[in-house]
């Protein structure tokens, strides 16, 4: 019963930065954690960052520590990805999920995903 539309995803040269934005509407009042997933041409989906209610925890992919980051701003119901440095290989679909049960762990058990948006990083 949530709806996920991400945006700002584009085309950007190696080194560069970009800003992903996902919005949520509907049942938004009750999700837990909102995360990051990416999937890559000829790859499978895999997880990239996650971010708690509260925002105090967060959780990277060893492939984007140090580049990317992750926060929210819950009276928007909005969570960002902010990744720097990008290289080729973060070239992908990205994903925006939420999640609903506290008891999960941050890497699955995601209910709801978007329709993702495309990052295409040049060399």
């Known amino acids: 019963q949530v709806q996920l539309v991400e945006s700002g995803g584009g085309l950007v040269q190696a080194g560069g930065s970009l800003r992903l934005s996902c919005a949520a509407s509907?049942?938004?009042?009750?999700?837990?954690?909102m995360g990051w997933f990416r999937q890559a041409p000829g790859k499978e989906r895999e997880f990239v960052a996650a971010i708690n209610r509260a925002g105090d925890s967060t959780y990277y992919a060893d492939s984007v520590k140090g580049r990317f980051t992750i926060s929210r701003d819950n009276a928007k119901n909005t969570v960002y990805l902010q990744m720097a440095s990008l290289k080729p290989e973060d070239t992908a679909v990205y994903y925006c999920a939420v999640q609903y049960n506290v008891i999960a762990g941050p890497y699955d058990e995601y209910n709801y995903w978007g329709q993702g948006t495309q990052v295409t990083v040049s060399s």
């Open positions: 509907g049942r938004t009042f009750a999700i837990y954690t």
